[in-house]
T-cell receptor
């Protein structure tokens, strides 16, 4: 079993829809949670960064963490065709024995928003 | 806006040849990472530097891969000899010294080994 599970999709929605993207994880030590957006043939771009449980909102994006269920979500309101990309979740447990953080990524969910 | 630079963007090589990738992190970022991303998967860490020192290379196939960051700024990742299974996107990322969870990625180098 992978530490981080993410449905690869594709998830197809019409423009204006609310999108829900999710990841589950098995390592209860994870406490930092990130969402990255990756356009085709480009590097990942950091969208949201949250610590521990709760919600964080940034414009049309809301990140939600439920540590009791080991489940994180990214909601996109009023989705646009320009939101079409792969969304990667990533998480870390804090400082490792190296003294540094180490990110574990999901496989990514491909989102397609049609006009 | 500050960005991570990588070159080349694309590289096609034959198996058993040597290849090298270059990365210039965001100015002032002490931590530099090299990741490998196979199509349809998430990035996997190959090596992490803090300044010029390696802090994690546990997933780097050291029989064929090497990485250096001699002056603690830009970095080079080398593969010698390349194998068919090395075909992937090689991503470089950097982060500030005090916030290593916030990693900023470059555009990547797409490697194809024939």
């Amino acid at each position: 079993q992978k530490e981080v599970e993410q449905d690869p999709g594709p998830l197809s929605v019409p423009e204006g829809a609310i999108v829900s993207l999710n990841c589950t994880y098995s390592n209860s030590a994870f406490q930092y949670f990130m969402w990255y957006r990756q356009y085709s043939r480009k590097g990942p771009e950091l969208l949201m960064y949250t610590y521990s449980s709760g919600n964080k909102e940034d414009g049309r994006f809301t990140a939600q963490v439920d540590k009791s269920s080991k489940y994180i979500s990214l909601f996109i309101r009023d989705s646009q065709p320009s939101d079409s990309a792969t969304y990667l979740c990533a998480m870390s447990a804090g400082l490792m024995n190296t003294g540094f953080q180490k990110l574990v990524f999901g496989t990514g969910t491909r989102l397609l928003v049609s006009p | 806006e500050a960005e991570v630079a990588q070159s080349p963007r694309y590289k096609i090589t034959e198996k058993s040849q040597a290849v090298a990738f270059w990365c210039d992190p965001i100015s002032g970022h002490a931590t530099l990472y090299w990741y490998r991303q196979i199509l349809g998967q998430g990035p996997e860490l190959l090596v992490q530097f803090q300044d010029e020192s390696v802090v994690d290379d546990s997933q780097l196939p050291k029989d064929r891969f090497s990485a250096e960051r001699l002056k603690g700024v830009d970095s080079t990742l080398k593969i010698q000899p390349a194998e068919l299974g090395d075909s992937a996107m090689y991503l470089c990322a950097s982060s500030p010294r005090d916030s290593t969870n916030e990693q900023f990625f470059g555009p990547g180098t797409r490697l194809t080994v024939l």
